[in-house]
């Protein structure tokens, strides 16, 4: 182990083969999605694998650039201590990828993947101050000191690891068949985070107001399951559509012209779909999360999101031409 670690190995002249990790968040993964696209355009007849979580795997079935998915479920198999034993993780050892590159910043539990993965050549964020698990990679990126975009941080992890693409970051893109109804609003409420729930009444002032505009003719309420607190949002004349999983969310969403979301991986679907998005934000780093997409309006208040007032988004989707 201790050979693998201080032995300093030089970057294939050659890669056929590459393994993409992003293990979490639907948002992180869209944000993959045209780094991805940049790749293939610069490099066409590499292979090009991508390691996801069962979770966010499902964003990049929508790539026509990808040529295989590994989804992992962290928690089987005797969990992130025990990856050597997972089947996933097996099976992309087997394939012998000349290149690993590591996305998300620095954890122990992508160092995990990537020593168990075994690549010819692996890159990834290394620790602030310096951690045992920073050893895996031969090529130790520092975390970017400027607060870029998250799309651009990424970006630069890719050609920090010796890819050479292009400056030009094209748009998410979630590629579907799907004909868009003019003048339908997707509303997407549901969060965790408490500072980011907007209260259902504002909501509410929003559906009713919208209802009444003649571009308006259909809102969509999606939510994620039966116990979601927006379900009372249906009272005030929002059509309730219930995704049964994330394949079936995009299709329904896919479906409008218009989204309303909070921040978070709805809006970025939303974005990546096409749609002219209003997202809701107490985010002070907004700027940096923000979805990479052609028609996004961000309205943020850092106190948070009761503090935005409905009149503010009624007009933002108003102004979407």
Not at 6 to 11: F, G, I
Not at 167 to 194: F, H, M, Q
Not at 222 to 244: D, I
Request: glycine letters at 6%.
């Amino acid at each position: 182990m201790l050979n693998r670690f201080t032995k300093e190995r030089q970057p294939p002249k050659k890669i056929n083969k590459i393994l993409l990790i992003r293990r979490n968040r639907l948002g992180d993964a869209i944000n993959l999605l045209p780094i991805i696209e940049m790749i293939r355009k610069k490099y066409p007849l590499m292979k090009i694998c991508v390691l996801a979580e069962t979770y966010n795997a499902e964003i990049f079935r929508y790539s026509k650039h990808i040529d295989k998915i590994y989804a992992l479920n962290e928690n089987s198999w005797g969990g992130r201590n025990f990856f050597f034993l997972n089947p996933v993780v097996r099976a992309a050892k087997k394939e012998n990828f000349d290149l690993a590159i590591a996305f998300g910043g620095y954890t122990s539990t992508l160092a995990k993947l990537v020593y168990w993965i075994k690549p010819k050549y692996s890159a990834g964020v290394i620790s602030n101050k310096g951690f045992f698990f920073d050893l895996v990679y031969d090529k130790k990126i520092k975390p970017s000191s400027n607060m870029i975009t998250h799309i651009e941080d990424m970006a630069q992890v890719a050609r920090a690891s010796g890819l050479n693409i292009g400056k030009s970051i094209p748009y998410t893109n979630i590629e579907v068949s799907i004909k868009k109804n003019r003048g339908w609003v997707a509303i997407c409420p549901d969060v965790t985070k408490l500072k980011t729930q907007y209260p259902i009444h504002q909501y509410g002032k929003i559906i009713k107001a919208l209802s009444k505009d003649q571009r308006i003719e259909k809102i969509i309420l999606l939510v994620k399951n039966k116990n979601s607190n927006y379900l009372k949002l249906s009272q005030y004349g929002a059509h309730l559509v219930e995704a049964v999983d994330l394949q079936d969310f995009i299709k329904h969403l896919s479906k409008c012209t218009f989204a309303i979301a909070s921040e978070g991986g709805s809006a970025h679907i939303a974005g990546a779909l096409g749609l002219s998005v209003c997202v809701i934000s107490s985010a002070e780093n907004q700027s940096y999360w923000k979805p990479h997409a052609r028609k996004i309006k961000i309205f943020m208040n850092v106190n948070g999101v009761k503090e935005i007032h409905p009149d503010i988004i009624i007009k933002g989707i108003r102004a979407f031409k």
